[in-house]
């Protein structure tokens, strides 16, 4: 069965549409490193766009604390403990509604020096 003449002009017309139903977000950055320390510092998470539930593969070595109840579009998130040893985990952000994931990997350790 041949294809009809006017499906290609019709698909064309839709194809603006379903760019603007797809929209992509990501995290203001996909690695994070922080340090072992007896006040640790915080740092914020923010995604694009969306709402999103945040978690920590591994809360033990890294805490999340999402800026709403519920969903929000940014969380701030800090090392725990002090040991020394390093450590890691995957900070989630999950979109409930379009299933979305979104991760950034933090890697928690002692930080000697840095040079830029």
Known sequence: M???PGMWARSFLLLPLLLVIVRSSKLN???VL???AST???FPLLSESGCYSWSSTRPEVVQVKPDM???????VIQALGSSGVKGSAMVM???KDTGLLLRADVIVDKIHSLKI
């Open 34 to 36: 922080l340090p072992y």
């Open 40 to 42: 640790p510092p915080s």
């Open 69 to 75: 109840v519920g969903c929000s579009t940014s969380a």
């Open 2 to 4: 041949a294809p009809c």
């Open 93 to 95: 952000a999950e979109d």
């Open 29 to 31: 950055v996909p690695r």
